[in-house]
């Protein structure tokens, strides 16, 4: 079985700080890792994911995750904030033999103040 | 249509009334897939297609609700005898056949329903 876990339902940054977003997985086989970013009353959006390719991820909008086996995380990061990145973000897994659907985490809400 | 598309967007039904949620998935996308978010939570799979065969539906929550995609591109997710719990954004996703690096899966906007 998979799973996932975000650390932190709520962070709340400044802008032009560092955004950092916890997320943990749970998974008996090599992973396949996704960031999805969701605004308000709109649809998921891929951020980055990780394929085994490459442990540092880089993805859209200044988003980067670094995959540490390790640890089990794939946090996220940016290097500073911007208003328009307040939104919920939510760390996924897939993987496995027949298992093609999104394992998800809980979610975390970014908010960005001025 | 450049993206996956769902209808309606919002959805208010009475306790017991049936209800139908449209997907247009991305042309030529051959995976499918339903899931159901909670408010507050994250998507939790419902069902997966590929083409016209629904090939896992271990995440129905129970046999009121239906899904079924006749012609490998539209798939319709039917809900029987609503239940307030049933009360969640559904959300529809499409990608191209499973590939280790290609599980890329693209988002439709969502139907927002609400069971009275």
């Known amino acids: 079985a998979q799973s996932v876990t975000q650390l932190g339902s709520h962070v709340s940054v400044s802008e032009g700080a560092l955004v950092l977003l916890r997320c943990n997985y749970s998974?008996?086989?090599?992973?396949?890792l996704f960031w999805y970013v969701q605004y308000p009353n709109q649809g998921l959006q891929l951020l980055l994911k990780?394929?085994?390719?490459?442990?540092l991820v880089k993805g859209i909008n200044g988003f980067e995750a670094e995959f540490k086996k390790s640890e089990t995380s794939f946090h996220l990061t940016k290097p500073s904030a911007h208003m328009s990145d307040a939104a919920e973000y939510f760390c996924a897994v897939s993987g496995g033999t027949g298992r093609r659907a999104l394992t998800f985490g809980s979610g975390t809400r970014l908010q960005v103040q001025p | 249509g450049a993206g996956v598309s769902q209808s309606p967007r919002y959805k208010v039904a009475k306790r017991g009334q049936d209800v139908a949620l449209r997907c247009d998935p991305i042309s030529g996308h051959v995976s499918l897939f339903w899931y159901q978010q909670a408010l507050g939570q994250g998507p939790e799979f419902l069902t997966y297609?590929?083409?016209?065969?629904?090939?896992?539906k271990s995440g129905l929550p129970s046999d009121r609700f239906f899904a079924e995609r006749p012609e490998g591109s539209v798939s319709t997710l039917k809900i029987q005898r609503t239940q307030q719990e049933d009360s969640a954004v559904y959300l529809c996703a499409s990608s191209l056949v499973w590939q280790g690096h290609n599980n890329e899966q693209f988002f439709g906007p969502g139907t927002r329903l609400t069971v009275l």
């Open positions: 297609f590929q083409n016209e065969a629904q090939l896992d």
């Open positions: 998974s008996s086989v090599p992973p396949y």
């Open positions: 990780y394929t085994s390719a490459a442990t």
